[in-house]
């Protein structure tokens, strides 16, 4: 069983920036490739961005490629996500999950961008 805790979410102004945070309780964290998929108010789910087990290879959605960086400590089992530039429609709440089958995900975090 692998518990993910989001936290880092919260009101910020256009432009502004935020740093959402995912803790995870199992050591076997390092092993996992991890992605952060959000879902805006009214929408389905959209992934955003994935990370590599080791921490080495990242991809992004189109929407956010140069605003957002993903990144991990396997060290303190924590993976990130630094949002910068943030804009309205990046308003959503934010989700980390692995790459497992099934998949482990969190509770989210909320990420609100007021105009």
């Known amino acids: 069983q692998v518990t993910l805790m989001e936290s880092g979410g919260g009101s910020v102004q256009a432009g502004g920036s935020l740093r959402l945070s995912c803790a995870a309780s199992t050591f076997t964290f390092s092993t996992y490739d991890m992605s952060w998929v959000r879902q805006a108010p009214g929408k389905g789910l959209e992934w955003v961005s994935h990370?590599?087990?080791?921490?080495?290879?990242?991809f992004y959605a189109d929407s956010v490629k140069g605003r957002f960086t993903i990144s991990r400590d396997n060290a303190k089992n924590t993976l990130y996500l630094q949002m910068n530039s943030l804009k309205t429609e990046d308003h959503a709440v934010y989700y980390c999950a692995t790459h497992t089958f099934p998949p482990y995900w969190g509770q989210g975090t909320q990420v609100t961008v007021s105009s």
């Open positions: 990370i590599n087990s080791g921490g080495d290879s990242t």
